[in-house]
């Protein structure tokens, strides 16, 4: 009873604190929507003002029209004085026309600047025009954004909702089976007593788990303030995937929403190109206690990955789908302490109906505690599969053996030579190109005109060791296709050697003379010669 009463008030403090911090968010919304309605304000009496320049404008050009047409009438009436002054000139030689010549000059000066004067002006009212149209439409932009936050904000309170309601029903459910564990054993102390006498509470040994659920001090997990320290550091997207969906590789640009549990989901900053750097660094103020140990061990940290390509995001009219999601289990904080979670995760395509979730690439992430909580988490994962009837059991045994703390491993592929290439139609000019896990492709330099062309191409790729890599070193033959540049088109293919990559899981060097297959008819078109190996002994994997 003491158990439930205990976890029944940490309940109703974090729904209150969830009540506070969603209040919070919803101020911070409406001091947003002020402000663009300030700027809408603004932007509506610049177009205001605009207009009445655009009228002014035209009743410029106007003035300056009938000015032109004066003149050009008056430059008649001068072709008309200088025959008279001719006419006079034949009658008496002596007659100077220089004065008349200047004002005819002078004339025409005035003309041309006339002129150009109204070029200027028709050119400063199509410009005030455009910048009329482009005011009007960062308007119609910023309502637009304005509906659309209303709708994420929307979204946001469902989405929080359902989770503090699927949180507080999984509370209750443990609530009621300790109930039920603790009548059980008031059950069988009652059969005790009856049957030998029993006046004191038995000893049921080290293995019943009820004498620890009854006798618990929540207070031994409680270890105060603390921060839950998160890093987004990078991605690493799939060339043939992004242009799968339409998106032109090297100028898409992309962003992370970071969501755990009831705290304020957080972005990135935009990044363009299939290797974004978000370096984003985000803390979480936490209680560190029996309710946040266990948040750890069943709530992962969720990320969703967005597009956004000609100001349109990729999902849907509202921006509130992401294109693909990712998630990172905590609960090896709680298995070793002491180290920090170092991993790579897959980020997965929301599927439509009748579809299948593909993976499109990955992200980098590191997770920790900034202050240590070792004492309490060794406690917690000692007792809490009794404590919390088998929680933490089925967590630990459902986790992956992460290899979240182990460092990262520097793996080398050297493209040596090919030998032998059989080609007709002249010498070929080859090079070779092949995609290690999820890297971007490579491809070497072109050997022009040569049947054993020499690359000595020499890459590095650095990988976490985790079971992502381990399930690629295992499955995955690594594909490398020999193209011909010489060929008639650009994209010739003599021919391709598949590697097997799983003896990389028990040594450290891959080499060997590998064959280059048609990709016609499966003939021997020639041989590669290829080394790869981890950078030093000791970051091989294992299995």
Same mark, same amino acid.
């Not at 592929?413 to 007709?424: E, M, R, W």
């Not at 002249?426 to 896990?437: D, E, I, K, R, T």
């Given at each position: 009873?003491?158990?439930?009463?205990?976890?029944?008030?940490?309940?109703?403090?974090?729904?209150?604190?969830?009540?506070?911090?969603?209040?919070?968010?919803?101020?911070?919304?409406?001091?947003?929507?002020?402000?663009?309605?300030?700027?809408?304000?603004?932007?509506?009496?610049?177009?205001?003002?605009?207009?009445?320049?655009?009228?002014?404008?035209?009743?410029?050009?106007?003035?300056?029209?009938?000015?032109?047409?004066?003149?050009?009438?008056?430059?008649?009436?001068?072709?008309?004085?200088?025959?008279?002054?001719?006419?006079?000139?034949?009658?008496?030689?002596?007659?100077?026309?220089?004065?008349?010549?200047?004002?005819?000059?002078?004339?025409?000066?005035?003309?041309?600047e006339?002129?150009?004067?109204?070029?200027?002006?028709?050119?400063?009212?199509?410009?005030?025009?455009?910048?009329?149209?482009?005011?009007?439409?960062?308007?119609?932009?910023?309502?637009?954004?304005?509906?659309?936050?209303?709708?994420?904000?929307?979204?946001?309170?469902?989405?929080?909702?359902?989770?503090?309601?699927?949180?507080?029903?999984?509370?209750?459910?443990?609530?009621?089976?300790?109930?039920?564990?603790?009548?059980?054993?008031?059950?069988?102390?009652?059969?005790?007593?009856?049957?030998?006498?029993?006046?004191?509470?038995?000893?049921?040994?080290?293995?019943?788990?009820?004498?620890?659920?009854?006798?618990?001090?929540?207070?031994?997990y409680?270890?105060?303030?603390?921060?839950?320290?998160?890093?987004?550091?990078?991605?690493?997207?799939?060339?043939?995937?992004?242009?799968?969906?339409?998106?032109?590789?090297?100028?898409?640009?992309?962003?992370? @929403?970071?969501?755990f549990?009831?705290?304020?989901? %957080?972005? *990135? =900053?935009?990044? +363009?190109g299939?290797? &974004?750097?978000? !370096? $984003?660094?985000i803390?979480?103020?936490?209680?560190?206690?029996?309710?946040?140990?266990?948040?750890?061990?069943?709530?992962?940290?969720?990320?969703?990955?967005?597009?956004?390509?000609?100001?349109?995001?990729?999902?849907?009219?509202?921006?509130?789908?992401?294109?693909?999601?990712?998630?990172?289990?905590?609960?090896?904080?709680?298995?070793?302490?002491?180290?920090?979670?170092?991993?790579?995760?897959?980020?997965?395509?929301?599927?439509?109906?009748?579809?299948?979730?593909?993976?499109?690439?990955s992200?980098?992430?590191?997770?920790?505690?900034?202050?240590?909580?070792?004492?309490?988490?060794?406690?917690?994962?000692?007792?809490?599969?009794?404590? @919390?009837?088998?929680?933490?059991?089925?967590?630990? %045994?459902? *986790? =992956?053996?992460? +290899?979240?703390?182990? &460092?990262?491993? !520097? $793996?080398s592929?050297?493209?040596?030579?090919?030998?032998?290439?059989?080609?007709?139609g002249?010498?070929?000019?080859?090079?070779?190109?092949?995609?290690?896990?999820n890297?971007?492709?490579?491809?070497?330099?072109?050997?022009?005109?040569?049947?054993?062309?020499?690359?000595?191409?020499?890459?590095?790729?650095?990988?976490?060791?985790?079971?992502?890599?381990?399930?690629?070193?295992?499955?995955?033959?690594?594909?490398?296709?020999?193209?011909?540049?010489?060929?008639?088109?650009?994209?010739?293919?003599l021919?391709?050697?598949?590697?097997?990559?799983?003896?990389?899981?028990?040594?450290?060097?891959?080499?060997?003379?590998?064959e280059?297959?048609?990709?016609?008819?499966?003939?021997?078109?020639?041989?590669?010669?290829?080394?790869?190996?981890?950078?030093?002994?000791?970051?091989?994997?294992?299995?």
């Open positions: 009873v003491k158990v439930q009463s205990e976890i029944h008030q940490q309940r109703k403090f974090r729904a209150a604190e969830r009540l506070g911090r969603m209040m919070a968010i919803e101020a911070a919304v409406k001091m947003m929507l002020g402000v663009r309605a300030f700027v809408l304000n603004k932007l509506e009496n610049s177009r205001e003002k605009s207009v009445l320049d655009l009228e002014r404008h035209k009743q410029s050009v106007t003035k300056l029209e009938a000015d032109l047409a004066i003149f050009q009438a008056g430059t008649g009436a001068d072709q008309d004085q200088m025959r008279e002054v001719h006419r006079i000139q034949g009658e008496q030689g002596n007659v100077s026309v220089t004065v008349v010549t200047q004002e005819r000059d002078a004339a025409r000066r005035e003309l041309k006339t002129l150009q004067e109204n070029s200027r002006l028709s050119q400063m009212l199509k410009t005030s025009e455009l910048l009329a149209t482009e005011w009007q439409k960062d308007k119609l932009d910023m309502v637009a954004e304005k509906e659309t936050m209303e709708k994420n904000m929307h979204e946001l309170r469902n989405r929080k909702a359902k989770t503090d309601a699927g949180m507080a029903d999984s509370l209750q459910n443990k609530v009621a089976a300790m109930g039920k564990e603790n009548a059980r054993l008031q059950m069988e102390l009652s059969q005790l007593k009856k049957e030998g006498g029993v006046t004191d509470t038995p000893d049921f040994g080290e293995k019943d788990e009820g004498d620890f659920a009854v006798k618990q001090d929540l207070s031994q409680e270890a105060g303030e603390n921060l839950l320290e998160l890093s987004v550091m990078s991605g690493t997207l799939n060339q043939m995937a992004i242009e799968d969906l339409g998106y032109t590789a090297s100028m898409v640009q992309s962003f992370v @929403l970071v969501d549990a009831s705290h304020q989901p %957080t972005t *990135t =900053s935009l990044s +363009t299939l290797t &974004p750097n978000y !370096n $984003l660094d803390e979480y103020a936490v209680e560190v206690d029996a309710f946040f140990l266990e948040l750890l061990l069943d709530e992962p940290v969720v990320f969703e990955l967005y597009f956004r390509g000609g100001g349109v995001l990729w999902s849907d009219a509202d921006g509130n789908s992401p294109i693909a999601t990712g998630s990172l289990a905590l609960s090896d904080l709680l298995r070793q302490p002491t180290h920090r979670l170092l991993q790579r995760i897959d980020l997965l395509t929301v599927p439509s109906p009748g579809a299948m979730a593909y993976c499109i690439g992200l980098q992430l590191s997770a920790g505690m900034k202050s240590s909580i070792v004492e309490v988490a060794n406690r917690f994962m000692q007792h809490s599969q009794r404590a @919390l009837n088998a929680t933490l059991h089925k967590g630990i %045994t459902g *986790t =992956s053996a992460a +290899t979240s703390v182990d &460092p990262r491993a !520097n $793996l592929i050297h493209v040596i030579s090919c030998s032998g290439l059989k080609h007709s002249g010498l070929p000019s080859p090079c070779v190109a092949y995609q290690f896990f890297f971007p492709p490579t491809d070497t330099s072109v050997e022009m005109s040569t049947v054993n062309p020499a690359f000595d191409d020499l890459r590095f790729f650095q990988v976490v060791k985790d079971n992502h890599i381990k399930n690629y070193l295992k499955t995955a033959d690594l594909d490398f296709t020999v193209f011909d540049d010489a060929g008639p088109t650009a994209s010739t293919i021919g391709s050697a598949l590697v097997n990559l799983e003896p990389l899981l028990r040594k450290d060097s891959l080499q060997g003379q590998f280059i297959l048609s990709q016609f008819d499966q003939r021997v078109v020639g041989y590669l010669n290829v080394q790869i190996s981890w950078q030093h002994p000791d970051t091989q994997i294992g299995h």
